[in-house]
Protein backbone atom coordinates (compact mmCIF):
# COMPACT_ATOMS: atom_id res chain seq x y z
CA UNK A 1 0.00 0.00 0.00
CA UNK A 2 2.91 2.27 1.02
CA UNK A 3 6.62 2.37 2.11
CA UNK A 4 5.70 1.67 5.30
CA UNK A 5 4.45 -1.71 5.26
CA UNK A 6 7.94 -2.61 4.31
CA UNK A 7 8.97 -2.19 7.90
CA UNK A 8 6.52 -4.93 9.22
CA UNK A 9 8.87 -5.52 11.79
CA UNK A 10 8.91 -2.35 13.57
CA UNK A 11 5.94 -1.93 16.50
CA UNK A 12 6.84 1.59 16.66
CA UNK A 13 8.96 4.06 15.13
CA UNK A 14 9.66 7.75 14.72
CA UNK A 15 11.15 9.74 12.13
CA UNK A 16 12.80 13.47 12.46
CA UNK A 17 11.18 13.66 15.64
CA UNK A 18 11.87 17.17 16.96
CA UNK A 19 10.37 18.96 20.28
CA UNK A 20 11.00 22.19 22.00
CA UNK A 21 10.07 23.90 24.69
CA UNK A 22 10.21 27.71 24.55
CA UNK A 23 13.26 28.21 22.60
CA UNK A 24 15.04 25.17 24.39
CA UNK A 25 15.39 22.24 21.96
CA UNK A 26 14.25 18.86 24.02
CA UNK A 27 14.58 16.67 20.99
CA UNK A 28 16.38 17.27 17.40
CA UNK A 29 14.86 15.26 14.99
CA UNK A 30 15.48 11.86 16.52
CA UNK A 31 14.67 8.41 14.61
CA UNK A 32 13.98 5.63 16.48
CA UNK A 33 12.89 2.12 15.78
CA UNK A 34 11.92 -0.47 17.74
CA UNK A 35 11.22 -3.83 16.84
CA UNK A 36 8.13 -6.14 17.56
CA UNK A 37 8.61 -8.68 19.93
CA UNK A 38 11.32 -7.12 21.84
CA UNK A 39 11.37 -4.83 25.10
CA UNK A 40 13.33 -1.72 24.40
CA UNK A 41 14.65 0.77 26.92
CA UNK A 42 15.20 4.47 26.09
CA UNK A 43 17.80 5.72 28.28
CA UNK A 44 20.17 8.75 28.35
CA UNK A 45 20.98 11.79 31.05
CA UNK A 46 18.29 14.08 32.65
CA UNK A 47 16.92 16.34 30.66
CA UNK A 48 17.59 14.16 27.83
CA UNK A 49 13.99 14.19 26.09
CA UNK A 50 13.20 9.96 26.96
CA UNK A 51 9.46 10.99 28.12
CA UNK A 52 9.04 13.95 25.67
CA UNK A 53 9.75 11.56 22.87
CA UNK A 54 7.14 9.28 24.32
CA UNK A 55 4.76 12.07 24.64
CA UNK A 56 5.23 14.13 21.33
CA UNK A 57 4.87 9.93 19.70
CA UNK A 58 1.76 9.66 21.12
CA UNK A 59 0.66 13.36 20.43
CA UNK A 60 0.68 14.63 24.51
CA UNK A 61 3.10 17.13 23.77
CA UNK A 62 3.31 19.00 20.18
CA UNK A 63 6.07 18.32 18.11
CA UNK A 64 7.95 20.91 15.49
CA UNK A 65 8.32 18.55 13.04
CA UNK A 66 9.12 14.87 12.33
CA UNK A 67 6.61 11.79 13.32
CA UNK A 68 5.44 8.83 14.35
CA UNK A 69 4.31 5.16 13.36
CA UNK A 70 2.62 2.37 15.15
CA UNK A 71 2.63 -0.82 13.46
CA UNK A 72 3.54 1.06 10.41
CA UNK A 73 0.45 3.49 10.70
CA UNK A 74 -0.64 6.81 12.31
CA UNK A 75 -1.18 6.69 15.83
CA UNK A 76 -5.59 7.56 15.39
CA UNK A 77 -5.50 4.49 13.19
CA UNK A 78 -4.17 2.24 15.61
CA UNK A 79 -4.62 3.57 19.16
CA UNK A 80 -6.31 1.14 20.66
CA UNK A 81 -3.01 -1.52 20.16
CA UNK A 82 -1.25 1.27 22.12
CA UNK A 83 -1.21 1.48 26.26
CA UNK A 84 0.87 4.71 27.18
CA UNK A 85 1.35 4.31 31.10
CA UNK A 86 2.61 7.75 32.57
CA UNK A 87 5.11 8.48 35.50
CA UNK A 88 3.50 7.45 38.58
CA UNK A 89 4.14 10.97 40.05
CA UNK A 90 2.01 13.01 36.76
CA UNK A 91 -1.23 12.15 38.64
CA UNK A 92 -2.75 12.72 42.43
CA UNK A 93 -3.27 9.94 43.97
CA UNK A 94 -5.67 11.38 46.56
CA UNK A 95 -8.61 11.06 43.88
CA UNK A 96 -11.56 9.37 44.85
CA UNK A 97 -11.08 6.01 43.66
CA UNK A 98 -10.55 2.76 44.63
CA UNK A 99 -7.81 -0.08 43.03
CA UNK A 100 -10.00 -1.32 40.73
CA UNK A 101 -11.77 1.80 39.52
CA UNK A 102 -8.50 2.54 37.78
CA UNK A 103 -7.45 -0.38 36.28
CA UNK A 104 -11.27 -0.46 35.14
CA UNK A 105 -10.61 2.75 33.48
CA UNK A 106 -7.66 0.34 31.26
CA UNK A 107 -11.59 -0.47 29.48
CA UNK A 108 -12.42 3.18 28.34
CA UNK A 109 -11.81 2.56 24.46
CA UNK A 110 -13.45 -1.08 24.55
CA UNK A 111 -16.36 -0.13 26.45
CA UNK A 112 -18.95 2.13 24.52
CA UNK A 113 -19.36 5.40 26.41
CA UNK A 114 -22.85 4.30 27.93
CA UNK A 115 -22.03 0.59 28.67
CA UNK A 116 -21.91 0.01 32.33
CA UNK A 117 -19.51 -2.07 34.02
CA UNK A 118 -20.80 -5.08 35.54
CA UNK A 119 -19.56 -8.54 37.22
CA UNK A 120 -18.09 -9.16 33.59
CA UNK A 121 -15.69 -6.47 33.46
CA UNK A 122 -15.00 -6.39 37.05
CA UNK A 123 -13.74 -9.90 36.79
CA UNK A 124 -11.87 -8.97 33.90
CA UNK A 125 -9.76 -6.09 36.12
CA UNK A 126 -9.44 -8.68 38.59
CA UNK A 127 -7.60 -11.07 36.44
CA UNK A 128 -5.11 -8.10 35.58
CA UNK A 129 -4.76 -7.05 39.32
CA UNK A 130 -4.03 -10.75 39.56
CA UNK A 131 -1.30 -10.49 37.28
CA UNK A 132 0.58 -7.76 39.67
CA UNK A 133 -0.31 -9.47 43.03
CA UNK A 134 -2.81 -6.61 43.99
CA UNK A 135 -5.79 -8.40 44.06
CA UNK A 136 -6.47 -8.44 47.61
CA UNK A 137 -6.07 -4.63 47.68
CA UNK A 138 -8.81 -3.82 44.09
CA UNK A 139 -11.23 -1.97 47.31
CA UNK A 140 -8.48 -0.35 48.59
CA UNK A 141 -8.49 3.68 48.06
CA UNK A 142 -5.54 4.52 45.52
CA UNK A 143 -3.78 7.31 47.83
CA UNK A 144 -3.58 4.53 50.92
CA UNK A 145 -1.00 2.68 48.10
CA UNK A 146 2.80 2.96 48.12
CA UNK A 147 4.75 3.57 45.23
CA UNK A 148 5.14 0.46 44.22
CA UNK A 149 2.16 -0.80 44.39
CA UNK A 150 0.20 2.68 42.77
CA UNK A 151 3.20 1.58 39.86
CA UNK A 152 1.58 -2.29 39.74
CA UNK A 153 -2.15 -0.25 39.45
CA UNK A 154 -0.79 1.70 36.65
CA UNK A 155 1.01 -1.52 35.07
CA UNK A 156 -2.95 -3.44 35.52
CA UNK A 157 -4.34 -1.00 33.92
CA UNK A 158 -2.56 -0.82 31.12
CA UNK A 159 -3.00 -5.17 30.73
CA UNK A 160 -6.87 -3.99 30.64
CA UNK A 161 -6.65 -2.19 27.68
CA UNK A 162 -5.09 -5.52 25.93
CA UNK A 163 -2.61 -3.45 23.87
CA UNK A 164 0.21 -5.43 21.71
CA UNK A 165 2.16 -2.02 22.35
CA UNK A 166 3.12 -0.89 25.91
CA UNK A 167 4.83 2.68 26.07
CA UNK A 168 6.04 3.18 29.52
CA UNK A 169 7.20 6.33 31.35
CA UNK A 170 9.84 5.53 33.88
CA UNK A 171 7.74 2.41 35.13
CA UNK A 172 10.55 1.63 37.92
CA UNK A 173 11.32 4.61 39.42
CA UNK A 174 10.69 4.55 42.91
CA UNK A 175 9.81 1.48 43.38
CA UNK A 176 10.42 -1.39 45.68
CA UNK A 177 12.31 -3.78 44.50
CA UNK A 178 9.91 -6.84 44.76
CA UNK A 179 7.51 -4.93 42.47
CA UNK A 180 10.43 -4.10 40.17
CA UNK A 181 10.70 -7.73 39.55
CA UNK A 182 7.30 -8.40 39.16
CA UNK A 183 6.81 -6.10 36.49
CA UNK A 184 9.86 -7.37 34.81
CA UNK A 185 9.15 -10.38 34.82
CA UNK A 186 5.46 -9.73 33.55
CA UNK A 187 7.11 -7.64 30.81
CA UNK A 188 9.13 -10.18 29.53
CA UNK A 189 6.03 -12.39 29.59
CA UNK A 190 4.48 -10.08 27.16
CA UNK A 191 7.14 -9.71 24.94
CA UNK A 192 7.94 -13.59 24.86
CA UNK A 193 4.09 -13.82 23.74
CA UNK A 194 4.57 -11.53 20.71
CA UNK A 195 3.93 -7.89 22.45
CA UNK A 196 6.44 -5.10 22.59
CA UNK A 197 7.46 -2.88 25.60
CA UNK A 198 9.41 0.15 25.00
CA UNK A 199 10.80 2.13 28.52
CA UNK A 200 12.14 5.61 29.03
CA UNK A 201 14.28 3.89 31.99
CA UNK A 202 17.07 5.39 34.32
CA UNK A 203 18.92 2.53 35.82
CA UNK A 204 21.86 1.97 33.32
CA UNK A 205 23.26 -1.31 35.56
CA UNK A 206 20.03 -3.44 34.63
CA UNK A 207 19.58 -2.25 30.96
CA UNK A 208 21.57 -5.21 29.87
CA UNK A 209 19.45 -8.00 32.28
CA UNK A 210 15.64 -6.40 31.63
CA UNK A 211 16.47 -5.13 27.28
CA UNK A 212 16.71 -6.37 24.00
CA UNK A 213 17.57 -3.85 22.75
CA UNK A 214 18.01 0.41 23.61
CA UNK A 215 17.62 3.79 22.52
CA UNK A 216 20.43 6.37 23.68
CA UNK A 217 19.27 9.45 23.86
CA UNK A 218 20.84 13.08 24.49
CA UNK A 219 18.00 15.39 22.67
CA UNK A 220 19.57 13.76 19.52
CA UNK A 221 19.96 10.21 19.20
CA UNK A 222 23.07 8.72 19.71
CA UNK A 223 22.66 5.13 19.40
CA UNK A 224 19.86 2.89 18.87
CA UNK A 225 19.85 -0.91 17.91
CA UNK A 226 20.11 -4.16 20.00
CA UNK A 227 21.76 -4.04 23.41
CA UNK A 228 24.87 -5.61 22.94
CA UNK A 229 25.84 -3.46 19.78
CA UNK A 230 24.07 -0.02 20.78
CA UNK A 231 24.80 0.14 24.46
CA UNK A 232 28.36 0.55 24.60
CA UNK A 233 31.34 2.92 26.83
CA UNK A 234 31.92 4.97 23.64
CA UNK A 235 27.96 5.72 23.46
CA UNK A 236 27.04 6.12 27.11
CA UNK A 237 29.68 8.80 27.73
CA UNK A 238 28.98 10.47 24.35
CA UNK A 239 25.67 10.69 26.04
CA UNK A 240 26.33 11.32 29.29
CA UNK A 241 28.98 14.40 27.73
CA UNK A 242 32.13 11.85 29.25
CA UNK A 243 31.01 11.93 32.42
CA UNK A 244 31.69 8.82 34.52
CA UNK A 245 28.19 6.27 34.05
CA UNK A 246 26.31 6.14 37.42
CA UNK A 247 25.40 3.12 38.34
CA UNK A 248 22.74 3.43 40.73
CA UNK A 249 19.32 4.33 40.16
CA UNK A 250 18.06 7.34 40.15
CA UNK A 251 15.19 8.34 41.92
CA UNK A 252 12.76 10.78 41.51
CA UNK B 1 -48.19 25.85 57.18
CA UNK B 2 -49.61 29.60 56.49
CA UNK B 3 -50.82 30.37 53.25
CA UNK B 4 -48.50 32.34 52.04
CA UNK B 5 -45.72 29.51 52.62
CA UNK B 6 -45.43 28.23 49.18
CA UNK B 7 -45.05 31.29 47.54
CA UNK B 8 -42.97 33.15 50.08
CA UNK B 9 -41.31 30.00 51.54
CA UNK B 10 -40.89 27.42 49.20
CA UNK B 11 -40.33 29.03 46.08
CA UNK B 12 -36.98 30.95 46.95
CA UNK B 13 -36.10 28.41 49.05
CA UNK B 14 -36.29 25.93 45.67
CA UNK B 15 -34.82 28.46 43.40
CA UNK B 16 -31.36 28.79 46.31
CA UNK B 17 -31.80 24.91 46.11
CA UNK B 18 -31.83 24.32 42.60
CA UNK B 19 -28.74 26.66 42.28
CA UNK B 20 -26.68 25.11 45.23
CA UNK B 21 -26.89 21.83 43.48
CA UNK B 22 -26.21 23.02 39.81
CA UNK B 23 -22.91 24.60 41.18
CA UNK B 24 -21.99 21.69 43.82
CA UNK B 25 -22.14 19.23 40.76
CA UNK B 26 -19.80 21.09 38.86
CA UNK B 27 -17.57 22.00 41.97
CA UNK B 28 -16.54 18.44 42.67
CA UNK B 29 -15.11 18.11 39.14
CA UNK B 30 -13.51 21.78 39.89
CA UNK B 31 -11.76 20.64 42.99
CA UNK B 32 -10.40 17.36 42.02
CA UNK B 33 -9.26 19.41 38.91
CA UNK B 34 -7.53 21.61 41.24
CA UNK B 35 -9.67 24.39 39.17
CA UNK B 36 -11.70 25.48 41.97
CA UNK B 37 -10.29 28.78 41.08
CA UNK B 38 -12.00 28.72 37.82
CA UNK B 39 -15.48 28.96 39.05
CA UNK B 40 -14.56 31.93 41.66
CA UNK B 41 -12.69 33.51 38.04
CA UNK B 42 -15.91 32.77 36.34
CA UNK B 43 -18.36 33.92 38.54
CA UNK B 44 -16.33 37.45 39.32
CA UNK B 45 -16.37 38.02 35.53
CA UNK B 46 -19.87 38.35 34.93
CA UNK B 47 -20.54 41.11 36.32
CA UNK B 48 -18.80 43.68 33.97
CA UNK B 49 -20.48 41.11 31.33
CA UNK B 50 -23.89 42.15 32.78
CA UNK B 51 -22.79 46.10 33.15
CA UNK B 52 -21.68 46.26 29.89
CA UNK B 53 -24.87 44.57 28.04
CA UNK B 54 -27.19 47.21 30.52
CA UNK B 55 -25.12 50.00 29.07
CA UNK B 56 -25.45 48.84 25.50
CA UNK B 57 -29.07 48.13 26.22
CA UNK B 58 -30.55 50.37 28.26
CA UNK B 59 -32.24 47.53 30.30
CA UNK B 60 -32.33 44.79 32.61
CA UNK B 61 -34.28 42.22 30.96
CA UNK B 62 -32.74 38.92 30.82
CA UNK B 63 -31.55 37.93 27.24
CA UNK B 64 -28.86 40.47 26.93
CA UNK B 65 -27.50 39.63 30.37
CA UNK B 66 -27.13 36.39 29.80
CA UNK B 67 -25.21 37.01 26.95
CA UNK B 68 -23.14 39.82 28.22
CA UNK B 69 -22.45 37.58 31.32
CA UNK B 70 -21.71 34.65 29.12
CA UNK B 71 -19.12 36.88 26.34
CA UNK B 72 -17.31 38.44 29.58
CA UNK B 73 -16.74 34.51 30.75
CA UNK B 74 -15.75 33.44 27.27
CA UNK B 75 -13.16 36.38 27.11
CA UNK B 76 -12.32 35.85 30.49
CA UNK B 77 -11.33 32.19 30.06
CA UNK B 78 -9.37 33.27 26.50
CA UNK B 79 -7.04 36.19 28.94
CA UNK B 80 -6.43 33.45 31.08
CA UNK B 81 -4.99 31.45 28.84
CA UNK B 82 -2.89 34.49 27.37
CA UNK B 83 -1.58 35.26 30.51
CA UNK B 84 -0.07 32.49 31.16
CA UNK B 85 0.85 31.80 27.66
CA UNK B 86 2.80 34.97 27.26
CA UNK B 87 3.79 35.22 31.16
CA UNK B 88 4.58 31.90 31.83
CA UNK B 89 2.85 31.60 35.30
CA UNK B 90 0.83 29.13 36.76
CA UNK B 91 -2.79 28.75 36.09
CA UNK B 92 -3.95 29.97 39.17
CA UNK B 93 -1.98 33.07 39.58
CA UNK B 94 -3.42 34.01 35.49
CA UNK B 95 -6.93 33.65 37.07
CA UNK B 96 -5.92 35.70 39.92
CA UNK B 97 -4.97 38.47 37.27
CA UNK B 98 -7.77 38.13 35.21
CA UNK B 99 -10.43 37.69 37.42
CA UNK B 100 -10.19 40.47 40.17
CA UNK B 101 -8.74 43.36 37.44
CA UNK B 102 -12.43 42.27 35.15
CA UNK B 103 -14.75 42.52 38.48
CA UNK B 104 -13.26 45.83 39.71
CA UNK B 105 -13.53 46.67 35.76
CA UNK B 106 -17.49 46.01 36.52
CA UNK B 107 -17.40 47.89 39.90
CA UNK B 108 -16.71 50.86 38.24
CA UNK B 109 -18.58 50.59 35.25
CA UNK B 110 -21.48 49.70 37.68
CA UNK B 111 -20.76 52.89 39.75
CA UNK B 112 -20.54 55.12 37.13
CA UNK B 113 -23.42 54.30 34.67
CA UNK B 114 -26.86 55.24 35.54
CA UNK B 115 -28.01 51.83 37.37
CA UNK B 116 -29.34 53.48 40.25
CA UNK B 117 -32.80 54.10 38.69
CA UNK B 118 -33.20 50.24 38.13
CA UNK B 119 -32.45 48.81 41.47
CA UNK B 120 -29.34 47.33 39.57
CA UNK B 121 -26.02 47.85 41.66
CA UNK B 122 -23.25 46.29 43.80
CA UNK B 123 -25.38 44.41 46.42
CA UNK B 124 -27.42 43.13 44.23
CA UNK B 125 -24.74 41.58 42.27
CA UNK B 126 -23.46 40.15 45.08
CA UNK B 127 -25.94 39.05 47.18
CA UNK B 128 -28.57 38.63 44.43
CA UNK B 129 -32.37 38.98 45.37
CA UNK B 130 -33.49 35.57 47.00
CA UNK B 131 -36.30 37.29 49.16
CA UNK B 132 -37.83 39.12 46.20
CA UNK B 133 -38.39 35.82 44.02
CA UNK B 134 -41.25 35.17 45.29
CA UNK B 135 -44.76 33.80 44.06
CA UNK B 136 -47.42 35.89 45.30
CA UNK B 137 -49.84 33.87 43.27
CA UNK B 138 -48.81 30.60 45.10
CA UNK B 139 -51.80 31.22 48.24
CA UNK B 140 -52.17 27.82 48.96
CA UNK B 141 -51.54 24.18 47.28
CA UNK B 142 -54.62 24.58 44.96
CA UNK B 143 -51.91 27.24 43.19
CA UNK B 144 -49.81 24.27 41.73
CA UNK B 145 -52.12 22.86 39.85
CA UNK B 146 -53.56 26.47 38.48
CA UNK B 147 -52.24 27.29 35.12
CA UNK B 148 -52.90 31.05 35.59
CA UNK B 149 -50.66 31.23 38.79
CA UNK B 150 -47.72 28.94 37.64
CA UNK B 151 -47.53 31.39 34.82
CA UNK B 152 -46.49 33.65 37.10
CA UNK B 153 -43.38 31.73 38.84
CA UNK B 154 -40.50 33.82 38.82
CA UNK B 155 -38.57 33.42 35.91
CA UNK B 156 -35.54 32.37 37.35
CA UNK B 157 -36.89 29.11 38.53
CA UNK B 158 -37.37 27.81 35.55
CA UNK B 159 -34.10 28.86 34.15
CA UNK B 160 -32.46 27.26 37.21
CA UNK B 161 -34.15 24.18 36.37
CA UNK B 162 -32.91 23.94 33.08
CA UNK B 163 -29.28 24.49 34.23
CA UNK B 164 -29.49 21.58 36.78
CA UNK B 165 -30.66 19.40 33.44
CA UNK B 166 -27.93 20.76 31.58
CA UNK B 167 -25.68 19.86 34.30
CA UNK B 168 -27.13 16.50 34.51
CA UNK B 169 -27.33 15.53 31.05
CA UNK B 170 -23.34 16.53 30.77
CA UNK B 171 -22.24 14.48 33.67
CA UNK B 172 -24.46 11.22 32.48
CA UNK B 173 -22.94 11.83 29.02
CA UNK B 174 -19.46 12.65 29.46
CA UNK B 175 -18.83 10.70 33.08
CA UNK B 176 -16.61 8.45 31.52
CA UNK B 177 -14.45 10.52 29.73
CA UNK B 178 -15.16 13.08 32.30
CA UNK B 179 -13.53 11.35 35.12
CA UNK B 180 -10.70 9.23 33.23
CA UNK B 181 -9.29 12.83 32.23
CA UNK B 182 -10.07 14.01 35.64
CA UNK B 183 -8.11 11.62 37.42
CA UNK B 184 -4.91 11.04 34.99
CA UNK B 185 -5.53 13.79 31.76
CA UNK B 186 -2.28 12.43 30.21
CA UNK B 187 -3.29 8.76 30.18
CA UNK B 188 -6.50 9.91 28.97
CA UNK B 189 -5.18 11.94 25.58
CA UNK B 190 -3.23 8.78 25.39
CA UNK B 191 -6.17 6.42 24.84
CA UNK B 192 -8.33 8.75 22.62
CA UNK B 193 -10.21 10.89 25.39
CA UNK B 194 -10.86 14.03 23.87
CA UNK B 195 -9.19 15.93 26.91
CA UNK B 196 -9.60 19.65 25.65
CA UNK B 197 -12.94 19.33 24.74
CA UNK B 198 -14.25 18.25 28.29
CA UNK B 199 -11.98 20.24 29.58
CA UNK B 200 -13.54 23.16 27.48
CA UNK B 201 -17.25 21.89 28.29
CA UNK B 202 -16.83 21.48 31.92
CA UNK B 203 -15.91 24.95 31.94
CA UNK B 204 -18.52 26.58 29.87
CA UNK B 205 -21.08 24.25 31.84
CA UNK B 206 -19.33 26.04 34.70
CA UNK B 207 -20.17 29.74 32.93
CA UNK B 208 -23.77 29.19 32.38
CA UNK B 209 -24.59 27.80 35.91
CA UNK B 210 -22.47 30.78 37.24
CA UNK B 211 -24.46 33.23 35.01
CA UNK B 212 -27.89 31.39 35.25
CA UNK B 213 -27.46 31.74 38.99
CA UNK B 214 -25.91 34.62 39.38
CA UNK B 215 -28.93 36.34 37.78
CA UNK B 216 -31.07 34.74 40.42
CA UNK B 217 -29.36 34.13 43.78
CA UNK B 218 -26.01 37.00 42.87
CA UNK B 219 -22.30 35.93 43.40
CA UNK B 220 -21.86 34.56 46.94
CA UNK B 221 -24.00 31.91 46.54
CA UNK B 222 -22.50 30.72 43.30
CA UNK B 223 -18.81 31.27 44.47
CA UNK B 224 -19.37 29.37 47.82
CA UNK B 225 -21.37 26.43 46.17
CA UNK B 226 -18.98 25.63 43.53
CA UNK B 227 -16.15 25.47 46.24
CA UNK B 228 -17.71 24.36 50.13
CA UNK B 229 -20.21 21.41 49.47
CA UNK B 230 -17.46 19.39 47.04
CA UNK B 231 -14.21 20.06 49.19
CA UNK B 232 -16.87 19.22 52.44
CA UNK B 233 -18.17 16.21 50.25
CA UNK B 234 -14.60 14.87 49.41
CA UNK B 235 -13.64 14.35 53.15
CA UNK B 236 -16.78 11.91 53.86
CA UNK B 237 -16.12 9.23 51.10
CA UNK B 238 -13.57 7.85 49.12
CA UNK B 239 -15.29 7.24 46.24
CA UNK B 240 -16.70 9.58 43.01
CA UNK B 241 -19.92 8.49 43.08
CA UNK B 242 -20.81 8.94 47.13
CA UNK B 243 -18.99 12.24 46.89
CA UNK B 244 -21.25 13.79 44.31
CA UNK B 245 -24.55 12.37 46.43
CA UNK B 246 -22.23 13.84 49.82
CA UNK B 247 -22.18 17.27 47.60
CA UNK B 248 -25.53 17.83 46.31
CA UNK B 249 -26.96 16.65 50.20
CA UNK B 250 -24.25 19.60 51.80
CA UNK B 251 -26.04 21.83 48.85
CA UNK B 252 -29.41 21.20 49.98
CA UNK B 253 -28.99 21.32 53.53
CA UNK B 254 -27.17 24.86 52.90
CA UNK B 255 -30.12 26.38 50.58
CA UNK B 256 -32.62 25.28 53.06
CA UNK B 257 -31.25 25.87 56.42
CA UNK B 258 -29.65 29.06 55.70
CA UNK B 259 -32.52 30.44 53.99
CA UNK B 260 -34.49 29.58 56.82
CA UNK B 261 -31.60 30.53 59.16
CA UNK B 262 -32.21 33.95 57.43
CA UNK B 263 -35.56 35.06 58.02
CA UNK B 264 -37.67 32.99 61.00
CA UNK B 265 -33.78 31.82 62.57
CA UNK B 266 -33.18 35.58 63.00
CA UNK B 267 -36.73 36.20 64.76
CA UNK B 268 -36.25 33.24 66.27
CA UNK B 269 -33.17 34.22 68.67
CA UNK B 270 -35.32 37.85 69.23
CA UNK B 271 -33.59 39.63 66.43
CA UNK B 272 -35.68 42.07 64.86
CA UNK B 273 -34.16 42.17 61.39
CA UNK B 274 -33.82 39.45 59.20
CA UNK B 275 -30.45 38.80 57.22
CA UNK B 276 -29.27 38.40 53.54
CA UNK B 277 -30.75 34.62 52.46
CA UNK B 278 -28.38 34.42 50.08
CA UNK B 279 -24.88 35.29 52.39
CA UNK B 280 -26.68 33.02 55.29
CA UNK B 281 -26.54 29.63 52.72
CA UNK B 282 -22.94 30.58 51.64
CA UNK B 283 -22.43 30.97 55.38
CA UNK B 284 -23.89 27.45 56.40
CA UNK B 285 -21.70 25.64 53.62
CA UNK B 286 -18.86 27.40 54.50
CA UNK B 287 -20.02 25.81 58.00
CA UNK B 288 -20.06 22.56 56.75
CA UNK B 289 -17.08 22.78 55.38
CA UNK B 290 -15.74 23.33 58.93
CA UNK B 291 -17.06 20.95 60.80
CA UNK B 292 -16.12 18.66 57.98
CA UNK B 293 -12.13 19.79 58.35
CA UNK B 294 -12.23 18.49 61.84
CA UNK B 295 -14.92 15.72 62.21
CA UNK B 296 -15.44 14.00 58.75
CA UNK B 297 -14.13 10.47 58.41
CA UNK B 298 -11.98 10.82 55.23
CA UNK B 299 -10.08 14.04 56.71
CA UNK B 300 -6.85 12.99 56.55
CA UNK B 301 -6.60 12.10 52.83
CA UNK B 302 -3.51 10.15 51.82
CA UNK B 303 -1.84 8.21 53.95
CA UNK B 304 1.42 8.32 51.63
Known amino acids: MNVHVADGGAAFKVRGLSVAYGDKPALSSVDAVFQQGRMSAIVGPN ?171 NVRRIANGPVKKAFTEAHLAEAYGGRLVQAEPELI | MGDLYIGLVLVPMTIGALAAVSCALLGNFLVLRKQSLMGDAVSHVVLPGIVVAFILT ?79 SGMDAGS ?7 ADLPPQLGRLVLALAAVLIFLVVFWRPLVVSTFDPVFAQAAGVPVRFIGAALISLVAIVAVTAFEAVGAIITIAMLICPAAAARLMTNRLIPQLLWSVLFALLSAVVGFWAAGSGMALIGSGFSVSAAGMIAAVSGAILAVCAFAAPQRRGAVN
Not at chain 1, 160 to 165: E, F, G, R, S, T
Request: charged share 20%; proline share 3%.
Open chain 1, 47 to 217: GAGKSTMLKAAMGIIPSISGDALFFGRPLDEVRSRIAYVPQRASVDWDFPATVIDVVLMGLYRSLGPFTLIGRRQREFALGCLEEVDMVSLADRQIGQLSGGQQQRVFIARALAQKADLLLLDEPFAGVDAATEKTIVTLLKKLVREGGTAVAVHHDLSTVTAYFDDVLIL
Open chain 2, 58 to 136: GSISVGPMLLGAAAAALISALLIELVRNLGKVEPGAAMGVVFTALFALGVVLLEQSNTREVHFDVEHALYGNLESLVWL
Open chain 2, 144 to 150: LFNRAAL
